[in-house]
């Protein structure tokens, strides 16, 4: 079983930086790819990032310049670095680590840009 834990969100003015950081956790070896998803009020959950072990990403066109994806693959752990944000990017921001043929979701965490 593996367990993903988000953290980070909350109320940012348009034009600020928040830090999400997701953990996953349990009886698991590295986890070869982990990543962020978001899902705004009424729309689909789309992709925003996600990162290999080996350092490559995977980053959606429209936050490509302002959000940074990493990760430390020892731990399992990744952090999405958002900056510039606008008031498009409110919504739940979910981690994703796929392990063993199995997708493991975080509860998810509110990000909400607002003046």
């Known amino acids: 079983q593996v367990q993903v834990v988000e953290s980070g969100g909350g109320l940012v003015q348009p034009g600020g930086s928040l830090r999400l950081s997701c953990t996953a956790s349990?009886?698991?070896?590295?986890?070869?790819?982990m990543g962020w998803y978001r899902q705004a009020p009424g729309k689909e959950r789309e992709l925003v990032a996600r990162?290999?072990?080996?350092?490559?990403?995977t980053v959606a066109d429209n936050i490509k310049g302002r959000f940074t994806i990493s990760r430390d693959g020892a731990k399992n752990t990744v952090y999405l670095q958002m900056n510039s944000l606008k008031s498009e990017d409110t919504a739940v921001y979910y981690c994703?680590?796929?392990?063993?043929?199995?997708?493991?979701w975080g509860q998810g965490t509110r990000v909400t840009v607002s003046s």
């Open positions: 990162i290999d072990v080996l350092g490559k990403t």
């Open positions: 994703h680590a796929p392990y063993l043929r199995n997708d493991y």
């Open positions: 349990g009886t698991i070896g590295s986890i070869y790819v």
